[in-house]
């Protein structure tokens, strides 16, 4: 496996946990109050969002040449370290 491949894996593997995260502040925003329950669909929605965008940007490095993913890796890293802090923030906010 080369250095591209294990990147992909090791960030799609982050992907995933933050898409089971997702799933867990999905059942947990269903268990609130009904007032709190509007904006914590919003923030799932937003994030979920972001989960996307950072999928996109995966998927851009994956599509990419041996010598051009470099150049894509430092905006998945943002991504993904961004949304992975804003999943804390928000399951820290769910409780």
Do not use: P
């Not at 799933?23 to 937003?46: G, M, P, R, T, V």
């Amino acid at each position: 496996m080369n250095k591209k491949e294990a990147y992909e894996q090791k960030q799609q593997a982050q992907l995933d946990e933050i898409s089971a995260e997702l799933e867990k502040l999905k059942a947990k925003a269903s268990k609130a109050q009904a007032s709190a329950q509007i904006e914590y669909h919003k923030q799932i929605d937003e994030l979920r969002e972001r989960r996307d965008a950072a999928q996109a940007k995966l998927q851009a490095v994956k599509a990419s040449t041996e010598e051009a993913w470099q150049d894509l890796k430092s905006g998945v890293d943002s991504a993904v370290d961004s949304l992975g802090e804003s999943i804390k923030s928000a399951a820290s906010r769910f409780d």
